[in-house]
């Protein structure tokens, strides 16, 4: 399977623990993005990379949220004290560039107690 | 600021039945507009895009979309839906000039398919 890969698919963890995704895109692809979904709304952008550069972090983005894609392939999206009001689906998209439609991984869902 | 409006929350249709999903979107130039489906715990399949040119797309599953500007809509059309058909179905716009990619999605239509 050649699409965007994200890990891992579940998560659940408890109020103040930090948490840790992962995102391959797809081989070749520059950008990379993440966006946050909560239960009856649409995907929310969070921030997106061009190669290793993180070119837009969203106000969603708060101090607690730190992505990384440090050589310009997978990307890792990481939570600190996490709060019950994280609990999402965190979706990963990449796309080969500006221009172009963004391909979508299955998303991690992550649960806080 | 874009931002993309659909109306209806929910829409139940008969298996073989016509569907007409609506999206209006705000966005200060010409726009790039998607149709994505999700179906549930899944992540987002992308079904037609429109960029420029021809304002009536084809997408994938039998989907169509028509653009028009002057009612700032990109709604989503199926002839004859099928059961699995069934899903989430989300409208996003996004920029098109760079440093500003993010895609800005509607609250999604749930579409239930009745035999």
């Known amino acids: 399977d050649t699409g965007v890969s994200q890990n891992p698919r579940h998560k659940i963890t408890k109020r103040g623990q930090n948490v840790t995704f992962r995102c391959d895109p797809i081989s070749e692809h520059n950008r990379l993005y993440w966006y ?15 190669n290793e550069a ?29 709060e019950q009001g994280d609990s999402a689906m965190y979706l990963c998209a990449s796309s080969p560039g500006q221009g172009h439609e963004q391909y979508f991984g299955p998303g991690t869902r992550l649960t806080v107690t | ?52 040119g021809d304002t009536l797309v084809q997408g994938i599953k ?19 839906v099928h059961w699995s058909d069934a899903a989430e179905y989300f409208c996003a716009v996004g920029a098109q000039f760079f440093g ?4 800005t999605f509607g609250t999604g239509t749930r579409l239930t398919i009745i035999p």
């Open chain 2, 100 to 103: 500003n990619e993010k895609l």
């Open chain 2, 1 to 52: 600021a874009q931002s993309v409006t659909q109306p209806d929350i929910h829409i139940t249709v008969s298996e073989g039945a016509s569907l007409e999903l609506r999206c209006n979107y705000s966005y200060g130039a010409t726009p790039y507009l998607f149709w994505y489906v999700q179906s549930p715990g899944q992540g987002l399949q992308l079904l037609l895009k429109y960029f420029s």
């Open chain 1, 54 to 82: 993180q070119l837009e972090k969203s106000r969603l983005l708060s101090d607690r949220f730190s992505a990384e894609r440090p050589k310009g392939s997978f990307s890792t999206l990481e939570i600190q004290r996490t």
């Open chain 1, 36 to 50: 946050r979904q909560t239960l009856g709304q649409g995907p929310e952008f969070l921030t997106y990379f061009q």
């Open chain 2, 62 to 80: 039998g989907f169509e979309a028509e653009f028009k500007r002057s009612q700032s809509s990109f709604n989503l059309r199926k002839p004859s």
